[in-house]
């Protein structure tokens, strides 16, 4: 069973970036679709990137909210998927998940699920921008 993990958030300006970091254990990384979601304070956690695996071509998809600033990419030998964030803003403060599943149709905007029924989570990292 395949189990994910999230590091890397941590308190930042606007403006600035920080990588976060998602690492699977008891399956390699390529094999299933690697999403994001975010759930800000008072609001539903929502998908806001995702990368198909290794046989689904590494398409990757993004929300338009983070389009143009995050970019999410993923080390093999490390089993570890990333999200690259540049220009945080303020309102990109949030609890930020790694999730797993089976393919990426419909995690982009999905609140609080995800689709493929695989639905292996981390604990949630936390990302703070001040103004």
């Known amino acids: 069973q395949v189990q994910v993990e999230e590091s890397g958030g941590g308190l930042v300006q606007e403006g600035e970036s920080l990588t976060l970091s998602c690492t699977t254990r008891?399956?390699?990384?390529?094999?299933?679709?690697m999403g994001w979601f975010r759930q800000a304070p008072g609001k539903e956690r929502e998908g806001i990137s995702c990368?198909?695996?290794?046989?689904?071509?590494?398409?990757?998809y993004y929300a338009d909210s983070v389009k143009g600033r995050f970019t999410v990419s993923r080390d093999n030998a490390k089993n570890t998927h990333y999200l690259q964030m540049n220009n945080l803003q303020p309102n990109d403060t949030a609890m930020y998940y790694c999730?797993?599943?089976?393919?990426?149709?419909?995690?982009?905007?999905?609140?609080?699920?995800?689709?493929?029924?695989?639905?292996?989570w981390g604990q949630g990292t936390q990302v703070t921008v001040s103004s």
């Open positions: 990368l198909t695996s290794s046989s689904g071509d590494n398409i990757t």
């Open positions: 999730v797993a599943d089976l393919f990426c149709a419909g995690m982009v905007g999905a609140k609080n699920t995800v689709a493929g029924g695989l639905d292996a």
């Open positions: 008891g399956s390699a990384v390529t094999d299933w679709a």
